[in-house]
């Protein structure tokens, strides 16, 4: 196997990883604390890779763009089983529980974001390991910004279907909610076309720059 490409697969592993694991694990937390315990019963609020993987999503999705010479990556997790009804106060907290995942995503582009500002601070520039580091967290904060925005979307499955249908009027978010049994096909038609990559790309870049401005400030 070739060593760049090597060495851009460990690049990608443990910022994508982590990516999609705490996103899924940051929906059982909070949903726990709102009084649903499935997750954590189920043993699901956990970083334990094992738990998590879904062979399509954490696998095949992630390694074919990688082989295939995407600028980034994309993948998902199991999903956290989460049961609406055992919420304390289910049409708000599902809103709270679908923005915990694209919140654990903003947190870590932050993480990233400050990563690499250490490593630029204390280790030399010329070095391997500079180069290494840096390429990590660089592909964290595209990761975590591309996931974040992409579950944003307002579409069932997505995190952003989740909290417009909590947000609607009780009669109008009933009927959103049918469209779920449909989402997924949007949403990979939507992928098949690249409606999606046009759709999210202008807030990703946006973003992308400020955490740069930072980084470098």
Do not use: C
Request: proline share 7%; hydrophobic share 55%.
């Amino acid at each position: 196997m070739d060593q760049q490409l090597i060495t851009n697969i460990l690049m990608w592993i443990v910022p994508l990883s982590l990516a999609i694991i705490l996103h899924e694990v940051a929906h059982g937390w909070m949903a726990n604390k709102l009084g649903d315990p499935t997750a954590k019963n189920l043993g699901r609020l956990t970083l334990n890779p094992i738990s998590h993987i879904d062979p399509i999503g954490t696998l095949v999705v992630p390694g074919m763009l990688l082989l295939s010479g995407s600028p980034f990556l994309f993948g998902w997790a199991k999903p956290v089983p989460v049961m609406f009804n055992r919420l304390r106060n289910p049409r708000t907290d599902m809103i709270w529980v679908a923005l915990a995942g694209p919140g654990a995503n903003l947190l870590m582009v932050i993480f990233w974001a400050i990563m690499a500002k250490v490593f630029i601070a204390t280790i030399a520039l010329d070095s391997t390991s500079f180069q290494f580091l840096i390429g990590v967290a660089q592909k964290g904060v595209i990761i975590n910004l591309v996931l974040m925005i992409f579950n944003l979307l307002p579409m069932l499955p997505l995190d952003g279907g989740r909290v417009l249908h909590g947000l609607l009027p009780r009669e109008l978010g009933d009927k959103f909610a049918i469209t779920e049994r449909y989402g997924m096909f949007i949403v990979v038609a939507l992928l098949a076309t690249g409606l999606i990559s046009k759709i999210i790309s202008p807030p990703i870049m946006y973003f992308y720059n400020l955490v740069f401005k930072f980084i470098l400030g």
